[in-house]
């Protein structure tokens, strides 16, 4: 499967992004996704997930009740709405995806990626 995040761009702290990830190649509800991001001289970290019809999620303590994961599987995309944008929020966003929602906070579940998309959040 072949994913293409959009979305990204410069903000202000306190403001709001939403994130699309246009999946094509395969069936888009076989796959559990996920997003993950990467900040400057850190490690990808997990940020949230969503299991293939799209019933349970999962997201890190960091952005949980500010950003809301979906997908329309009639649209093949995937969503981040992020909300209430922090400074620290500022990385590469990257959408994923995984055949099983065993491990879905884990990177090693996720076999499919795509390039990314810059999120900046400014003071």
């Known amino acids: 499967v072949q994913l293409v995040e959009s979305g990204g761009g410069l903000v202000q702290a306190g403001s709001s992004l939403r994130l699309s990830c246009a999946a094509s190649?395969?069936?888009?509800?076989?796959?559990?996704m996920g997003w993950f991001r990467q900040a400057p001289g850190k490690e990808r970290e997990f940020v949230a997930a969503?299991?293939?019809?799209?019933?349970?999620?999962r997201y890190s303590g960091s952005v949980k009740g500010r950003f809301t994961i979906s997908r329309d599987n009639d649209k093949n995309t995937a969503y981040l709405q992020m909300n209430s944008l922090k400074l620290e929020d500022t990385a590469v966003y990257y959408c994923e995806a995984a055949n099983t929602f065993t491990d879905p906070t884990s990177e090693i579940a996720y076999g499919y990626w795509g390039r990314g998309t810059q999120v900046t959040v400014s003071s």
């Open positions: 190649g395969r069936t888009f509800n076989n796959y559990v």
């Open positions: 969503i299991n293939r019809i799209g019933d349970i999620t």
